[in-house]
């Protein structure tokens, strides 16, 4: 007995958005997420990974439930001086694995509503944007690392938090 055309409409188009989300999430790998612990009074910390895009793709919004505001940073020297400072968008060009880390691109994590517990795990959500304008949501998981992290070495070490809203 042949089923209502109504009654299919509906489930194909689920089975599509399902399909699409499928591939939406496998056209950006993420690898060795992780966030720096911070302590009570740290309203900032850093997050990072590696990513890789199988096309052309920009990372222009990250978001967190630990956090009010999250942005792409990237450090630049001015002449001595390492600074950082927001990103419109961070190009993820194809095939080429882009390294959020220490010194280097990070997302910044600021105005935290608590600490960053190490051991814990944080939510963040990256908003892609393809070729085509389309953006996607890609939910990452990143375990908490207290790095040993000597005053040289941690994220405060920068010059740049001068022009953060804090
Ligand atoms: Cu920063």
Redesign the pocket.
């Known amino acids: 007995m042949p089923m209502p055309l109504t009654k299919i409409a509906p489930s194909l188009a689920l089975a599509g958005a399902l399909l699409l989300a499928a591939q939406a999430h496998a056209q950006v790998s993420v690898q060795d997420a992780w966030v720096r612990a911070s302590v009570p009074q740290q309203k900032?910390t850093?997050a990072f990974m590696r990513l890789t895009a199988a096309q052309d793709t920009r990372l222009v919004a990250v978001s967190s439930p630990l956090a009010a505001v999250a942005?792409v940073?990237e450090?630049k020297m001015e002449g001595d001086v390492m600074k950082?400072r927001?990103m419109p968008a961070l190009a993820l060009p194809a095939g080429k694995a882009v390294e959020l880390k220490p010194g280097g691109y990070?997302i910044?994590l600021m105005d935290l509503k608590q600490p960053a517990a190490a051991g814990s795990t944080v939510p963040l959500t990256l908003v892609l944007e393809g070729k085509d304008g389309q953006r996607q949501s890609l939910e990452v998981q990143a375990p908490v690392r207290a790095l040993g992290a000597g005053p040289a070495s941690g994220?405060d070490a920068h010059g740049?938090?001068g022009n953060?809203r804090h």
Do not use: L, S, Y
């Open positions: 900032a850093g942005e940073h450090m950082m927001a990070h910044m994220h740049g938090h953060h």
